[in-house]
């Protein structure tokens, strides 16, 4: 009795080997299917992405200072200056408000003469990557 219930263990235990391995065989076949509008959107992210940039741009700090002053001064000039962005940059232990993305220093200066009407003690910065 114990031989013929060997026997049809592994019996089963061979037959069931060969049909698992059949059974859980995959392709490797792998067929990505994606919009056209993806190729294009990515080639204007990339565009995008080529002209910001901060390093060697110049700006214009328009305050140096604590926090709250710093707030208040960056929705001033966006008030006043709809056209040039502004940004808040945290040096320890101060905050200063930069404005603009100047690529040229000429184009940097103009600017500066025009923002020095409302803010006297602004100055011409060159920025550098942190």
């Keep these: 009795m114990r031989k013929l219930a060997f026997k049809n263990i592994f019996y089963l235990t061979i037959f069931s080997l060969f049909f698992i391995t059949n059974s859980f065989s995959q392709e490797s076949k792998t067929t990505v299917e994606q919009d056209s509008r993806f190729e294009k959107l990515l080639k204007e992210k990339q565009q995008i992405n080529s002209d910001i940039s901060i390093d060697g741009n110049y700006k214009i ?45 000429i184009h940097a200066e103009k600017a500066l003469i025009d923002i020095k009407s409302k803010y006297p003690t602004a100055l011409l910065i060159r920025s550098t990557k942190e």
């Design 61 to 105: 700090q328009i305050f140096y200072g604590e926090k709250e002053n710093a707030k208040r001064s960056l929705m001033t000039f966006k008030r006043n200056f709809k056209d040039t962005e502004a940004t808040i940059q945290y040096t320890n232990p101060t905050y200063k408000v930069w404005v603009g993305n100047y690529k040229l220093r």
